[in-house]
Every structure is written in C-alpha cells, then in structure tokens.
T-cell receptor, first 114, second 114 residues
Framework: DTAVSQTPKYLVTQMGNDKSIKCEQNLGHDTMYWYKQDSKKFLKIMFSYNNKELIINETVPNRFSPKSPDKAHLNLHINSLELGDSAVYFC?????????????FGPGTRLTVT | KQEVTQIPAALSVPEGENLVLNCSFTDSAIYNLQWFRQDPGKGLTSLLLIQSSQREQTSGRLNASLDKSSGRSTLYIAASQPGDSATYLCAVRPGSGNTGKLIFGQGTTLQVKP
C-alpha cells in the first residue's frame, strides 16, 4: 500500500518538449508539495497546495504549472523543457497546515532533459 | 535568510559504533526541525520531528536534540548497523509567517561497514 506515489519514475525527454508528472497520496492529507532535488542533492520547495489551493509558489519559472484536481492528487506540468530542468522531483504530503506535521515523500521522478 | 548546514558531508564508521550527525541553522527563530533519511534512488523518510518548544525526540536507536539558541541539532544513532547506511537530511521550518517553507541542509551520507 503505497502512501505517496509518483508516475513516471524515470522520464527522459528532449529540450522543448512538454511533460507531466503525476502524484497521488492515499493518506487523507490536506497538503501536498512538489520539491526539486538538483545534482548537488539540494532539496528545494517548488509548490505547496492545501485543500486544492496554491499557498506557496516559489520563484520557479512559469513553465512549471501545478494542478490539483482533488485533495489526493497534485500533478506537475512542465512546458518547453530545458537542460537545467534535469533533476529528481519529489512529491510529498502532510496533514493540516503546511510544514506543521511530518511530511511523507514519494519515491521521486528522475527527469533527464537531453 | 535561513541557511542550514550539515557537517560532515560524509561519514564512514564500523558497525556497532555510536555516532552523531550535526545540523546547524543561522536563524534561531524556527517553528520545528525535522530529520529525514534518504536511501539511494528513493524518496525521503521522516525520522523525527522536533517542535520549537521541545529539546529532544527519540525513536528506537535514534535520538534528536534541538538547541534553538545556538542554532544546532544533533541526530544520535546508537549501535549503528549496515542498514543505517543512507543520507541523512535535516530541515527547518522558519518561525515567521504562516506558510514558512522547509529549508533543507545538503545532508550527511553515512556508510556503516560490517
């Protein structure tokens, strides 16, 4: 029973393409997040959603657009992919207000842009 | 601006040894601090969450302490095992604002040799 799942696990694509990463959590949490982990292993928050409302939108390029069709899902769509977008993207969820309670992470999606 | 530093970046110890991982942060006004474990190619697993009012948290062989005034946290691992080999990340949530994000350190990669 996977708590936070992401698809796909690996994604290899060419520059300029548009791609989406999907995330689902079955924990009944109110808040979901997208993080980016770069080649130096630094984790940085990209977006956070609470009850389907965007509450944090970090200074990421507007080529990245999160969409939450319901509380259990938070998808990430990326337009016009660039080489610098290559990274591992993690989805996470937690109960209640953001960052108050423990976060549960998905396994990550390794995006490689060639 | 809050910054989180973890030293050392890598650590190798023989099995059975007790060890301490360090995390320091520049702004003592934090809401909470969380320790995570990341296995290669996997997502993050939450180990311990310490609220700003707490001094320590324990889970099995793990003990995390928090000293806000000095901007430090330590993760103590007792009787280390090869299965403890992973990267350990600490993250702080700043105390200001209602939507403070988690700020991560770069992690300490631990190898426990049999």
């Amino acid at each position: 029973d996977t708590a936070v799942s992401q698809t796909p696990k690996y994604l290899v694509t060419q520059m300029g393409n548009d791609k989406s990463i999907k995330c689902e959590q079955n924990l009944g949490h109110d808040t979901m997040y997208w993080y980016k982990q770069d080649s130096k292993k630094f984790l940085k928050i990209m977006f956070s959603y609470n009850n389907k409302e965007l509450i944090i939108n970090e200074t990421v390029p507007n080529r990245f657009s999160p969409k939450s069709p319901d509380k259990a899902h938070l998808n990430l769509h990326i337009n016009s992919l660039e080489l610098g977008d290559s990274a591992v993207y993690f989805c996470a969820s937690s109960q209640g207000q953001p960052y108050v309670h423990e976060q549960y992470f998905g396994p990550g999606t390794r995006l490689t842009v060639t | 601006k809050q910054e989180v530093t973890q030293i050392p970046a890598a650590l190798s110890v023989p099995e059975g040894e007790n060890l301490v991982l360090n995390c320091s942060f520049t702004d003592s006004a934090i809401y909470n601090l969380q320790w995570f474990r990341q296995d290669p190619g996997k997502g993050l697993t939450s180990l311990l969450l310490i609220q700003s009012s707490q001094r320590e948290q324990t889970s099995g062989r793990l003990n995390a302490s928090l000293d806000k005034s000095s901007g430090r946290s330590t993760l103590y691992i007792a009787a280390s095992q090869p299965g403890d080999s992973a990267t350990y990340l600490c993250a702080v949530r700043p105390g200001s604002g209602n939507t403070g994000k988690l700020i991560f350190g770069q992690g300490t990669t631990l190898q426990v040799k049999p």
